[in-house]
């Protein structure tokens, strides 16, 4: 087989498109001014022209990628850089700033952890909560006061905010979930129903006491709609009571919304096909009144509107 040098040598078609590729990169916007100041030689051309295509072929801090995910680079994210090493021309890659933004934004999506959680509760935002009326205003006030508190590590109360439904109680909790996660603090937020009931899944899978420790754990935990579970012993004394008890014995943020109030909440606890249980109700209302001041939230129904 002849070497490929002597297939070009007999075929001048050949050589004179590579000598036309060679020519249009080499006086490329982005290539000419990288040869003039390192003094390139035709030799160091010849041996590096496709380091120098890779190179003219690619976007330079995002200027032809309008994101990270429609990035055109060879490698996704990076800006490609030219520098010279023994003679040869040769090619890096650094992450650009869409790369940079995107790796943020992943980044910030962990700080929020989110069980059965809508999607307008996931995206809600502080400043998109509606004050129209006393008991909102005082709720968002409370809540930014909350959020700059647990930012510089101090000991605060939670929130238990109560009222008729489609309030926003939800949205409320979303809201301030983002808020902490602008100030990089984790949270945990789940539907109290859907969770009781993954959380009984994990007798099956083995996944029980990690998914429990979990919400234990977390640094910041809202119970969205506590309330709305089927009230069990094991609901009550295995779950929930454990749950709150630890949360009080460790002084950890704790937030909940209900269409109870602290004293309908209580009355669904001790209601248990057991009868009546009064004693182990107050028992974790002891733990929620420790954890959390009450807010009420009355008024306009948003879903509806």
């Known amino acids: 087989m002849k070497p490929f040098s002597a297939f070009v040598k007999n075929n001048p078609g050949i050589m004179a498109k590579i000598e036309q590729v060679k ?52 490698v996704k994210g990076h800006t490609p850089r030219l520098y010279i090493e023994d003679e040869r021309i040769k090619i890096t890659y650094s992450p650009c700033p869409n790369k940079k933004i995107h790796d943020e934004e ?14 307008e509760t996931l ?31 101090k000991q605060t109360r939670g929130m238990y905010i109560h009222g008729s439904f489609g309030t926003g109680k939800s949205y409320i909790l979303g809201a301030i979930a983002n808020q902490l996660k602008e100030r990089h603090i984790y949270t945990t937020i789940f539907y109290v129903p ?9 007798f ?20 969205d709609d506590i309330g709305s579970e089927e009230m069990t012993p094991w609901v009550r004394d295995e779950v929930l009571g454990p749950l709150f008890h630890y949360r009080m014995m460790n002084q950890l943020p704790t937030f909940f919304s209900s269409n ?31 954890l959390t001041d009450a807010y009420p939230l009355n008024g306009k129904n948003y879903r509806r509107s």
Not at 260 to 268: A, C, G, M, S
């Open 23 to 74: 020519r249009e990169t080499i006086n490329h916007p982005d290539i000419k001014p990288f040869i003039e100041e390192h003094n390139i030689t035709e030799e160091m051309i010849d041996k590096d022209l496709t380091i120098l295509q890779e190179y003219k072929d690619q976007s330079k801090l995002c200027e032809r990628c309008a994101s990270y995910g429609k990035c055109i680079n060879f």
């Open 106 to 119: 992943q980044l910030m999506k962990e700080y929020v952890t989110a069980m059965h959680v809508p999607y």
């Open 123 to 153: 995206n809600a935002k502080i400043k998109s909560i509606d004050l129209d009326g006393t008991e909102r205003i005082n709720i968002v006030k409370r809540a930014v006061e909350i959020c700059n508190d647990i930012a510089a590590g």
């Open 194 to 202: 859907e969770f009781l009931r993954e959380l009984k899944s994990g």
């Open 204 to 223: 099956n899978d083995g996944t029980y006491e990690q998914k429990l420790d979990r919400v234990k754990n977390s640094p910041v935990l809202m119970l």
């Open 260 to 290: 109870f109030n602290k004293d309908e909440l209580r009355f669904h606890f001790q209601q248990t096909k057991n009868g009546e249980e009064k004693t182990k109700a107050y028992r974790m209302m002891e733990r929620i009144e420790a």
